[in-house]
């Protein structure tokens, strides 16, 4: 008799799971689904408010501020994603039909009116970054001068070219970039390419205007390495909080 109840009880608990295992397996995958998607766009809200907080965080570093100062409206940080081709072509933007561009997806401290919404891939100081595939410092001092930042050591680079008006980074013969205006009010400027999974995907620039920057040489040369250290965090950074989308999948 026991053994009979135990057997009805078996078969009413087996017959349960079958009859809702299809609906607790649907249950399941959407409820995996929606905490999937919710984590995504919440990811997609919040990664460039978080970007620039970084950005922030490292332009105080630069500058030595402390969290109760108010950053100089001379130092500006901004934040650009690559990717896409130009389609509309116009003096501001300064890239030619079809070329590869950057796009502006952040900016702090400055005056944001004044920065492109586009700009060609490889056009600037962030152009030459790019193309040398590390992080640089132009000084815009005596009619320019960069120096990069590679395997731990500062270095000049010299195969630059002028004109009355703007400075040239010679790629190889017959291929130059445009890095700079020679008279500019600018002081200095870090260029720094970022990089996600192996794959070049953005960048950052750090810009320095104002008499406040008069005194740039004794940044290059005393401080250019602390301070590509200091660029060098944020990118890893800026990869992990805004460029790295495979983490929340």
Request: glycine share 6%; hydrophobic share 40%; aromatic share 10%.
């Amino acid at each position: 008799m026991l053994w009979d109840k135990i057997l009805q009880l078996f078969d009413h608990v087996k017959n349960y799971i079958l009859t809702n295992l299809a609906d607790w397996m649907i249950g399941a995958i959407v409820a995996f689904i929606s905490v999937r998607i919710a984590t995504r766009d919440y990811y997609i809200e919040n990664r460039l408010e978080v970007a620039k907080r970084i950005m922030e965080q490292t332009l105080s570093e630069l500058l030595e501020i402390k969290y109760n100062q108010k950053m100089p409206s001379q130092a500006q940080g901004i934040m650009v994603k690559y990717g896409g081709r130009c389609f509309v072509v116009d003096e501001r933007s300064k890239c030619k039909f079809g070329e590869k561009i950057r796009k502006t997806v952040a900016v702090v401290g400055g005056n944001t009116s004044d920065v492109s919404r586009i700009r060609p891939l490889y056009y600037g100081v962030l152009g030459v970054a790019n193309e040398l595939g590390v992080p640089i410092l132009y000084d815009f001092a005596n009619k320019g001068k960069i120096c990069k930042h590679e395997k731990g050591q500062v270095i000049d680079i010299e195969n630059l070219e002028r004109d009355e008006d703007s400075v040239y980074y010679t790629v190889r013969p017959g291929k130059k970039l445009f890095v700079a205006k020679i008279n500019s009010a600018r002081k200095f400027m870090m260029a720094i390419p970022i990089s996600c999974n192996g794959k070049l995907v953005g960048g950052i620039t750090f810009d320095f205007t104002g008499e406040e920057f008069n005194d740039n040489e004794e940044f290059a040369k005393s401080k250019c390495k602390e301070a590509f250290n200091v660029c060098s965090d944020v990118t890893e950074d800026l990869a992990l909080a805004y460029f790295n989308k495979k983490r929340v999948f």
